[in-house]
């Protein structure tokens, strides 16, 4: 019943929204971004609720880490079908890797005893779309620095895809997967550490994609 109650309120929350909030076809005016805020916020709370009456401390620690893409349709311990605590997850726009997401992997491997890393990508990632839409029409003046360095990241991938046969949605696909054994290049390259773990089959380096439609994962073979 409390949890019937809960989606009662949940739905209705989410009903309350803007239509825009919903469809993101426009700029909110700051009167509706209000709402959609404190809806959300209440959302988190009452989501926050439910969780402490069913929380449950396990022991043990993760079995492997794995760097994802920050969508949020790609939430690895749904894909995977595990339980929270089971997966130490790094994630970022693109699945990319910069000192500090480098730093987290390495304690995973230190600390954690972590001894796969998982580097997983997405079909119809909006990161890579962007990144290519970026390399045809290059932008004149960044707005954001951090956003620059982001992309630059990402170029390598969309670099390396030369096939100009290729349709808009293969190059897309092509791009995806140039990404994920690009960033597990520069974890090679970047953190000798998790290089000589790998090197002595301490830990093992995958790459896969997940697919929207399907919901399978694809490994990749280097």
């Not at 809960?6 to 993101?24: C, D, T």
């Not at 390396?160 to 974890?187: E, G, H, P, Q, Y």
């Amino acid at each position: 019943m409390k949890f019937f109650k809960l989606s009662m309120v949940l739905a209705l929350l989410v009903l309350a929204l803007p239509v825009g909030a919903v469809e993101r076809t426009g700029i909110l005016a700051p009167a509706d971004v209000k709402k959609e805020q404190d809806a959300v916020m209440q959302m988190l709370v009452s989501g926050n609720k439910a969780h402490q009456a069913h929380i449950v401390l396990k022991p043990g620690l993760p079995k492997l880490m794995m760097v994802s893409c920050a969508d949020s349709r790609v939430e690895p311990e749904v894909i995977f079908h595990m339980k929270p605590g089971e997966i130490y997850t790094v994630r970022a726009f693109g699945n990319i890797v910069d000192k500090s997401i480098l730093g987290s992997l390495e304690y995973g491997a230190d600390k954690l005893q972590c001894h796969v890393l998982v580097v997983l990508g997405h079909t119809h990632c909006s990161a890579l779309q962007e990144a290519i839409s970026e390399h045809d029409n290059p932008t004149s003046v960044w707005r954001s620095l951090n956003l620059q360095d982001l992309n630059g990241r990402l170029q390598p991938a969309v670099e390396s895809v030369t096939d100009k046969s290729l349709s808009d949605d293969d190059r897309w696909d092509a791009v995806v997967r140039a990404n994920v054994f690009n960033t597990m290049r520069t974890i090679r390259e970047e953190s000798p550490e998790l290089w000589q773990l790998e090197q002595d089959d301490m830990l093992k380096i995958v790459g896969g994609i997940y697919h929207l439609d399907t919901g399978k994962v694809e490994w990749l073979k280097e």
